[in-house]
């Protein structure tokens, strides 16, 4: 027994003795750090010196201690930068990671940072934080990544920056297949989720926590205190896929999309902000699926969104739901809410399709209206007139109102005993929460009411309750927004643009020099009447040409072989007052054929654009955020505006904005436009096209469809005020009348005529 | 401010003095104890006097305390007895009800004991204990109720016993529905669920916690220290259908069924007793369905069920099942569990229906095989040689097996690495529970494997750890089957029967006021060698009929109008060595018309039937456990046994066993059998035909279909070494293949042909 007591004291000695050695390691490479690592012990520093690392694939396996965790950290936060092929995967317990910096590059594996090495080595009690991933994005959109990827339990994202991701993959996913990966209680807290690119199809979501086939599992994953600034790109971006996570006093700024309870049951969602600006219809709130929620406490301010992106969209199930669909919304609470200047906030049995029955497999008909669901104590203030505060796509039979409060009338015939009109004062020192000057009514006290303790704000509720989020407006200020709670302190999200410059352009030399000089923001000014281009045009940055005189516009005559303009990643290109030619063997604008990274625009005004084989012509998997065409005259051209390359009919498309106005286009054999999205999905907006007070005339005469312009799957049509004349085809355009789309005040003659079918057969994605 | 003080020091002081007042109140009728409910404060005792009461409606509202519950009690338990249309309904918190006994009638509403009283008055905190609820079935088996019904949270039954519910229904049902009943944490602890007969159709669970549309629920349930003594009637003894609910040391005793982990997940399953009997292939283990279950420190004693019925099944799933079908099962352990001479215990990827595919719809076909399944530190013994611990329908690709042990040989060429062969002594002072002498191997240490930290017997694994469910064989004995654990303390669950006693009738007269006269059990001798009877003999208890002299059989000749013998609820009835005849325009047997509210059985050895209707002509709704024919001759009447009532096909049936032995069978115009279970539905043994060595000759004649015999959907037949002579038939019968079914050693002449189809188109139920 003696010699088994002393071997425990030396081994306790060797252990101690290890700790005691707890040590600064400072190291410039990575094999210098993969020695370091595999060294470390409880309570080390692991420094990465200040400089770029390119191309390294860090292994961090460590077993720190509550105490003395291990920790990996740049020199000075924001000096070291993980670029090129890199990525980092963490594995072990109480590691610590600070002030990376990861951009110019991309992962090689799943994900930039992985919480977990392989299946065994797995990441507990970690964390990232103080760091920045920044574009380290695929370069072809449809590769998948994850920007991080947690495991294990107990692992935490903070303080950190994630912007830029253009490519297929929710930015963070928490992955809970395993018993090691279950009631996590990862802590996901003051990040700045910066822009999010708008992606063209599915798969987007800035976050994802679980997917359909672990979402019976308990995740406890706390989302809090963050800033979600214009994550677009997905309707959801949050996508909740596991049950009892919470989101809590979030900033969601102008997001294209919504906090959504896809999956799972049983969330949290109080006290965070939901800011529109009043009118872009993309910015969403919450949306509601499956059961047991808690919706508490949250402030919703200047939201339009509707159906999927409704202020608070509470959806109608599949019964007896795959696991992968729609589940019925049963028992959720939505209590001491405030909707300010959202005129229509609450839309229920969402996404019922029953009329859609034709189209769609029977597993797919959403007809399990809410049930057991309760709206108590909710504010809603509207400064203009808003009497229509439900929008309901089906009986509402299954929601139980108490004591909420409007400022105008309720006349949309639904809820009229549970909300009350009542005037009321708003008042608060911010920008955005207002908060009624005078008590309201006495709350309703439902079943577990007595856990809502606080409001928005922290402010208790026992003494000075009131209705909606805000309870008390003496504490009211602008703090929820103040930028130094999100990210890392050391970074600053929006650089100061350099100011823009003008570079004047004799000669076609003088124009490629210029532009290829040109800042990101840069004019190119012609001077000259004509220039002949024998080679393409290269756009990676944003570039605006223009004529010296605008009523004498310049010609661009380009003999290059593919294209005129070659649109890169990132390319911005503006015409304005230039006429373009070709020899009718090359297109007037093109994508590049692969590695379209990142989205491109295209503006052009008061152009003309003449003798080309296509207007544009893209690839598969490149995207156009926007493409305008304003007062601009197309002619002679084999086809106009080929957006028609994402043929695999899995949701994606090539461009988000197609927006055609008061030009024309003449003699275009083939479709003037072709803009294709295929499959049933809902994930995004689906592609906008707008066609108003354009001119057509003898065009289409190649189409062997006798269709002139295609529009297939793109949800959102305007198609207005257009003349078309002598066009030799049968269909002008076929528009998705379920989708509300309608010719309206067009003039056609000797051209076909405009179709409306009311469903699309698309097919199923999953 | 002093005046609102004094107010309150006031209401404190009415509240003190109600509960200083607490009182027994002693109440003999409805009115008396509804009035002493509704005056009842903290602290009361509601006495109920001694005596039976009969069509009472308790409806129990009280708003007793934790220190001081409101008691409703029988004056001795035992003695006050609830008859008739009764039902007992609870609201409120706190409340207790001791010592009632629920016979001789059955709940005119949804349950027998129901802890809400309506939507808004509902149970916590409250308990049934000590109390009684025997045969107390609804008249019509398809009338569905519960006996006992939990609504809310923190509720119990406890040391209670209850049996023989005969119709449709859970006898104890978790309702999840609402918020107010989730994480409700009830208690079911201590009871005795005496004998549950077969039922011939779905729906006959002891217990059933959730339903699939609440499956989704977290309900932590808590089933401890119950005797499940011969609950048969479903393949679900238990329904899980709920997460988080525990079943922890409770004894299934020969029940014909599983613990089935149907719906919901994060079950623990810790510490039971599952006892066979070594040949009842009815009687199942435990079923694993979804995900994240812990299934620990099992004993499993004899079991022989196969597929749904074998000691542990772990199922396939279905691809992205929809809410009422079957998960995927993910993430499960199975540790340290003894199977005890059970030969085969482990049935893999049960329910694999791939090869039905034409018969089933897709959302029907369960092809995901379980994944991330841990099976470790499990004790397989077999005191007989047993080479095939393991029986998979799939590719067995998604569980990992660590240190099993096995007595024998592993020859099942499954999970090699996982599972040694070790020789083993079993030892322990119990009839059922034994364990090694010896440690067999170092336990795999799992994930969270830390808090399997007992036995079976509660015994620290710490020190002492071993391969099984039981560390140490020291603190073995009987204790678990202490049957004081089980039920209340003053009920006897089996009486000792009277002994029989013998009847002679020498006449039809004394016969038939002999049977009237008799008790069950008894014999009724026939003395004479004939008897006329005007009128049907009516049989509601156990009745033995036999000849004096069994070498001259008596004979019975009926001129009754309906039937000769008229089955009643638990009719029992035995023909032994008589002739009964008819005028060709009565049934032989025939069940009342309605109200066949428990089995009948039916027992025919070395008689004559002859010149009847049918032989056995039965109502919808009737079930008899047992019929058995056996050296009986049958003739000239226009059917034989027409159990063919439930042609709803809802996966109901009129009779658990036919069996025909030694039989013969000449001149039945009709079908000589008619046994019908229609719709799909895998609740239920299905029904089990043995046909063995009988002779059928002339009979079939009338026949439009030209089949003999119809045994439609019956799932267990047995048809061998019967002779088929000048039956002028095409099909004696047909066989389903899918279920094993084949005709062995048959002589047809003349006759047609036995037909096998493997596969049976049948309605789907849900």
């Known amino acids: 027994m003696k010699k088994r007591l002393l071997t425990i004291s030396a081994l306790l000695l060797l252990s101690a003795s290890n700790t005691l050695f707890a040590k600064d390691v400072y190291v410039s490479s990575e094999s210098a750090l993969q020695k370091a690592i595999k060294a470390a012990v409880a309570g080390d520093n692991l420094i990465l010196k200040n400089g770029t690392y390119t191309d390294i694939n860090i292994v961090f396996y460590g077993e720190g201690t509550e105490d003395k965790p291990i920790t990996l950290k740049a020199e000075t936060p924001g000096k070291v930068f993980i670029e090129g092929l890199s990525d980092l995967k963490l594995g072990g317990t109480y590691l610590n990671v600070d002030g990376l910096y990861f951009r110019n590059g991309y992962t090689p594996s799943s994900s930039v940072i992985n919480f977990r090495i392989d299946e065994e080595r797995i990441a507990f009690h970690s964390k990232v934080t103080n760091s920045v991933i920044d574009e380290f994005t695929q370069k072809d959109r449809e590769a998948r990544d994850w920007w991080v990827e947690f495991w294990g339990q107990h692992n935490e994202l903070s303080h950190s920056y994630l912007a830029g991701k253009s490519n297929r993959g929710p930015t963070v996913k928490v992955q809970l297949g395993g018993n090691q990966h279950i009631n996590n209680h990862h802590q996901i807290v003051n990040n700045h989720f910066g822009p999010r690119p708008r992606k063209g199809g599915p798969s987007a979501e800035t976050m994802q926590l679980g997917s359909s086939s672990t979402s019976m599992t308990p995740s406890?994953?706390?989302?809090?205190?963050n800033l979600f600034?214009?994550?677009?790109?997905?309707?959801?971006?949050?996508?909740?896929?596991s049950n009892y996570n919470q989101f809590k006093n979030n900033v969601f700024f102008q997001s294209e999309g919504s906090l959504v309870l896809r999956h799972g049951n049983y969330a949290t969602i109080d006290g965070n902000l939901f800011i529109g600006d009043g009118s872009n219809e993309f910015v969403g709130g919450i949306r509601v699926i499956n059961?047991?929620?808690?919706?508490?406490?949250?402030?919703?301010?200047?939201l339009t969104g509707e159906k999927f992106r409704a202020p608070i969209a509470v959806m109608n199930g599949i019964p007896k739901s795959p696991l992968n669909r729609y589940n019925q919304v049963t028992d959720v609470v939505v209590a001491y809410n405030s909707w300010?200047?959202?005129?229509?906030?609450?839309?229920?049995?969402?996404?019922?399709?029953?009329?859609?029955?034709?189209?769609?497999?029977?597993?797919?008909?959403?007809?399990?209206?809410?049930?057991r669901t309760l709206f108590a104590n909710n504010l809603i203030y509207n400064s203009a007139k808003a009497e229509q505060p439900i929008h309901a796509y089906d009986k509402v039979d299954g929601i139980t109102f108490k004591a909420n409060i409007s400022n105008h009338a309720n006349k949309s015939g639904i809820g009229e005993d549970g909300i009350s009109q009542q005037k009321m004062t708003l008042a608060g020192q911010s920008d955005y929460l207002k908060a009624p000057t005078a008590t309201l009514a006495k709350p309703y006290h439902g079943f577990d009411f007595?856990?809502?303790?606080?409001?928005?704000?922290?402010?208790?509720?026992?003494?000075?309750?009131?209705?909606?989020?805000?309870?008390n407006t003496a504490a009211i200020?602008?703090?929820?927004?103040?930028?130094?709670?999100?990210?890392?302190?050391?970074?600053?999200?929006?650089?100061?643009?350099?100011?823009?410059?003008?570079?004047?352009?004799?000669t076609a030399n003088e124009l490629v020099q210029a532009i290829k000089a040109a800042q990101s923001g840069d004019t190119i000014e012609l001077s000259a009447a004509s220039y002949a281009l024998s080679q393409s045009i290269s756009i990676d940055k944003q570039v605006r040409i223009t004529s010296a005189n605008k009523n004498k516009p310049a010609t661009l005559s380009f003999s290059?072989?593919?294209?005129?303009?070659?649109?890169?990643?990132?390319?911005?290109?503006?015409?304005?007052?230039?006429?373009?030619?070709?020899?009718?063997?090359?297109?007037?604008?093109?994508?590049?054929d692969k590695y379209m990274s990142k989205a491109y625009n295209l503006s052009i005004i008061n152009a003309k654009i003449a003798n080309f084989k296509h207007v544009l012509e893209v690839s598969m998997g490149s995207f156009a955020d926007n493409i305008e065409v304003v007062n601009t005259r197309i002619e002679n051209c084999q086809s106009g505006f080929m957006l028609n390359k994402e043929t695999k009919n899995k949701g994606t498309y090539n461009a988000e904005y197609l927006v055609i106005k008061n030009s024309s286009f003449d003699r275009i054999d083939g479709a003037i436009v072709d803009f294709h999205r295929g499959?049933?999905?809902?994930?995004?907006?689906?592609?906008?096209?707008?066609?108003?007070?354009?001119?057509?005339?003898?065009?289409?005469?190649?189409?062997?469809?006798?269709?002139?312009?295609k529009n297939h799957g793109i949800v959102n049509v305007t198609f207005e005020g257009n003349t078309f004349n002598n066009n030799p085809v049968d269909v002008i355009a076929i528009l998705w009348g379920e989708k509300g789309q309608k010719p309206v005040g067009n003039t056609i003659k000797n051209s076909g005529k405009i179709k409306v079918v009311d469903n699309l057969k698309l097919d199923l994605l999953y």
Not at 450 to 471: E, P, V
Not at 487 to 505: L, M, R, Y
Not at 688 to 706: H, M, Q, Y
């Open 220 to 225: 406890y994953t706390n989302i809090e205190n």
């Open 229 to 241: 600034d214009r994550c677009n790109g997905e309707v959801e971006v949050i996508s909740s896929k």
């Open 291 to 302: 059961t047991g929620h808690w919706i508490t406490n949250n402030y919703f301010y200047k």
């Open 340 to 371: 300010v200047d959202s005129p229509t906030p609450w839309y229920f049995s969402v996404g019922s399709n029953v009329e859609q029955s034709d189209v769609l497999p029977k597993s797919e008909i959403r007809s399990a209206r809410p049930t």
């Open 450 to 471: 007595d856990k809502i303790d606080t409001d928005l704000l922290g402010n208790k509720r026992a003494n000075n309750n009131n209705i909606g989020a805000i309870s």
């Open 477 to 506: 200020s602008d703090k929820p927004f103040d930028e130094s709670r999100f990210g890392p302190s050391w970074f600053e999200a929006e650089q100061p643009a350099a100011a823009p410059s003008t570079h004047k352009a004799a």
């Open 560 to 592: 290059a072989s593919n294209t005129a303009f070659l649109m890169q990643p990132k390319g911005d290109l503006t015409l304005d007052s230039v006429t373009i030619q070709g020899n009718g063997k090359q297109h007037a604008f093109a994508t590049l």
């Open 679 to 709: 499959g049933y999905d809902e994930s995004t907006i689906g592609g906008i096209l707008v066609f108003e007070n354009n001119t057509v005339t003898n065009s289409g005469k190649a189409r062997a469809d006798k269709v002139l312009m």
